[in-house]
């Protein structure tokens, strides 16, 4: 089954998540065949459980720590976090590659948790723009995978993959979907039979160009996912897809 992600970073109080969400069940009522994922920020994941805990969309949080608890000042456990509704959790984006310095240890310890606990991670990879116009774009990718995943046996049906290439993210220039399409099957030439979503400015008109693709299994949708109408959208095209 595909999986369509929202992703919305830090974005939206308690009350824009109630809104947008009590619109959004009305948007997709009726839609199968497809994983539905919304991601909000730590302090709107309460909220939204209420609201969702009895529909099909799924809870997911934008990072986790890899202890279980403890003095880690500002960090949210994976336990708490299944405590409010969670089933997934996005590990590695770019933003905390490059924003917050995360590492592939560190992210191989967040993966490791996550398994642990029963969570499912979407490993997000993807390479910057110096490594594209080098031509290092699978090695990149190939790297990021086997760190992250190092000591584990064969996880393709417990995690997601996102390649999400760094240039493409929020930027409104996407990656070519048939350049996507190369990377995804390398991913699974590399791991196996696992699901591997796209993102880096994927809207509601370029969404089915994407899913076309043969190993597109879903999207991960940041900017375009803040607004309920245009992530519906998005949504259902992977309905519309789905031969
Ligand atoms: P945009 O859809 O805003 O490019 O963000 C993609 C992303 O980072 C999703 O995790």
């Keep these: 089954m595909k999986l369509i992600a929202a992703n919305w970073k830090m974005n939206k109080t308690t009350q ?7 619109k959004f069940l009305g948007l997709v009522e009726g839609i199968d065949g497809v994983d539905i994922l919304i991601c909000p920020p730590f302090t709107s994941l309460c909220v939204a459980w209420e609201i969702l805990k009895d529909s099909k969309v799924k809870l997911g949080a934008q990072n986790c720590h890899y202890e279980q608890k403890g003095a880690f000042t500002g960090e949210i456990s994976l336990d708490m976090l299944k ?4 089933s997934y959790v996005i590990v590695g984006h770019s933003e905390r590659r490059w924003i917050f310095g995360e590492t ?3 992210i191989n310890k967040k993966i490791i948790a996550c398994l642990e606990k029963g969570i499912r991670p979407i490993l997000c990879v993807g390479e910057k723009i110096e490594d594209r116009e080098a031509g ?5 990718i190939e790297s990021q995978l086997k760190l992250a995943l190092s000591g584990l046996e064969d996880v393709s049906d417990k995690i997601d993959v996102a390649y ?7 930027s409104g220039n996407p990656a070519m979907p048939e350049d996507a399409q190369l990377v995804h099957s390398y991913i699974k030439e590399l791991l196996g039979k ?9 809207n509601p008109k370029n969404a089915s160009d994407f899913l076309c693709m043969p190993d ?4 991960l949708v940041g900017g375009a ?19």
């Design 83 to 86: 405590d409010l509704g969670v």
């Design 194 to 202: 696992v699901r591997v979503l796209y993102g880096g400015s994927v």
């Design 216 to 219: 597109v299994d879903g999207l």
């Design 164 to 170: 999400e290439p760094v240039w493409a993210i929020g």
């Design 225 to 243: 996912s803040l607004d309920p109408l245009s992530f519906a959208q998005i949504v259902k095209a992977s309905c519309a897809d789905k031969a």
């Design 16 to 22: 824009e998540t109630k809104d947008y969400l009590e």
């Design 104 to 106: 592939d240890e560190l």
């Design 136 to 140: 290092l774009t699978l090695k990149v």
